[in-house]
């Protein structure tokens, strides 16, 4: 059965330092999305993507994030800077098409361990 | 968003049946109503939605009432893996992403 992949799993970075996690989203899915969740708190919305560029982004995602698909398979999110609250499990997410009743498939998730 | 309301947890036996409520009163007509679930240290997992009708899938059923305020995720028969955080969750026909509230805990006894 098709997957989202997600890498690194865990991740360790000092404050301050950029990090780049990397999703492979299924392969004919057109709508791609980053959720976080701190430790022992909800899974919150990030961005969401779709045709080469952001179509929504919540609060949380500001001007130390940002999103691309490179090459047409990985779906990045870069953090330009780290904090120690941006220690969370990283969720990419993706969706097949134009439905907004569709399912998102998301990944097992990177965790994120800012020291 | 629209509102939804669950316990925070509840607790069932394996092998027996699951109902899982939730109440969004709030509900609009372009609503559509999602459950997902996350399993411990995994990402979350679709596992049913509907509109006006009850629903059945694989996984569970989906009761929603006449008036659309409530509905019920059932699960027939729950085994030890299906302890998880379930959420109840309504989106608007015209967005694409969906928003987590804080869900139900679901612990299985064996």
């Known amino acids: 059965e098709p997957e989202v992949t997600q890498t690194p799993s865990h991740q360790v970075t000092q404050m301050g330092q950029e990090v780049i996690l990397r999703c492979v989203p299924i392969?004919?899915?057109?709508?791609f999305y980053w959720y976080r969740q701190i430790l022992g708190q909800k899974v919150e919305f990030l961005v969401s993507?779709?045709?080469?560029?952001?179509?929504?982004k919540s609060e949380i995602f500001d001007d130390q994030f940002s999103v691309e698909r490179p090459d047409g398979s990985n779906f990045t999110l870069k953090i330009r800077s780290t904090k120690l609250e941006d220690s969370a499990m990283y969720f990419c997410?993706?969706?097949?098409?134009?439905?907004?009743?569709?399912?998102?498939?998301f990944g097992e998730g990177s965790r994120l361990t800012v020291l | 968003d629209a509102k939804t309301t669950q316990p925070n947890s509840m607790e069932s036996n394996e092998e027996e049946p699951v109902h899982l409520p939730c109440n969004h009163s709030?509900?609009?007509?372009?609503?559509?109503i999602h459950w997902y679930r996350q399993l411990p240290s995994q990402g979350p997992e679709y596992v049913i939605h509907g509109l006006t009708s009850n629903v059945n899938n694989r996984m569970a059923s989906l009761a929603i009432a006449e008036d659309r305020k409530s509905s019920t995720l059932i699960l027939h028969r729950a085994t030890l893996r299906d302890a998880a955080v379930y959420y109840c969750?309504?989106?608007?026909?015209?967005?694409?992403?969906?928003?987590f509230g804080k869900g139900t805990r679901l612990h299985i006894l064996p």
């Open positions: 969750i309504l989106r608007d026909v015209r967005d694409d992403k969906i928003i």
């Open positions: 709030t509900i609009s007509g372009t609503d559509y």
């Open positions: 997410a993706s969706k097949r098409g134009l439905a907004n009743t569709g399912e998102l498939f």
């Open positions: 392969s004919n899915h057109l709508y």
């Open positions: 993507f779709y045709n080469n560029e952001i179509s929504e």
